[in-house]
């Protein structure tokens, strides 16, 4: 199962082993216990680079490169990713708490055990991508596109879904019941694998009917 997001930078296994980093991201560089705190990533190319038990804390990226970067015990906190390129990369046992992601490249990317809690993700492409053991908590999901994604042991508690696309996805014990909305823009079929609740199959009944082709009148 997907662990908890830590609230506190100090509640980090490896807090006391963090260390300062200044400067701009540098491409195939290793990062290794560097506290990213604060300022602003403009247009820089960290692709290929590897973050080992790293945190970044009210950092703000715009147009930085992390095609194919590695991610391992990273923790963001009240961050700001906005027109990134996180293709390809690889996330593990990672944290995304209260912060925003719009505009992202994502897809072709494999998330493992991580948890986005209290965040924003807006117009975020993860399709193609793999997403097992994966904590939506609390967060908003618009315009998020998980076609031809692979979702296994994914769930959504308190989080609210707006013209999600699912079309051509995978799901596995994929849990929607903790959702507050369940908002799909296409791929009802996708569902097959996923658990919702009574209520919100009465509410998604229909968009299963239009999508089957099928026609409800009563008269």
């Known amino acids: 199962m997907p662990r908890s997001a830590p609230d506190r930078l100090a509640d980090l296994p490896y807090a006391e082993l963090l260390r300062p980093h ?42 930085v490169k992390l095609r194919q970067a590695r991610f391992n015990e990273v923790w963001v906190q009240a961050g700001r990713w906005v027109a990134c390129d996180l293709s390809d990369s690889e996330w593990q046992d990672s944290s995304f708490v209260g ?9 072709g990317s494999a998330l493992r055990r991580v ?18 053991d994966v904590v939506f908590e609390d967060c908003l999901l618009r315009d998020v596109d998980f076609g031809e994604a692979k979702l296994t042991g994914v ?22 019941r903790g959702a507050v909305r369940l908002g799909l823009v296409d791929g009802h079929q996708g569902l097959r694998g996923a658990v919702i609740s009574s209520l919100q ?14 026609e409800v009148k009563d008269r």
């Open 22 to 63: 200044t400067g701009p991201l540098r491409a195939d560089e290793r990062y290794d216990t560097a506290h990213f705190d604060g300022g602003e990533h403009t247009d820089e190319s960290g692709a290929g680079a590897a973050f080992l038990e790293c945190a970044f804390t009210g950092v703000a990226l715009s147009g």
């Open 99 to 107: 912060g925003v992601l719009a505009g992202v490249a994502g897809y």
């Open 115 to 132: 948890v986005f809690r209290g965040c924003k993700l807006e117009a975020v492409n993860l399709r193609s991508a793999v997403l097992r």
């Open 155 to 176: 769930s959504f508690p308190g989080s609210t879904l707006e013209e999600v696309r699912l079309r051509g996805a995978t799901l596995s014990r994929t849990d929607l």
């Open 201 to 214: 199959l009465m509410e998604l009944a229909p968009q299963f009917a239009h999508a089957l082709g099928i």
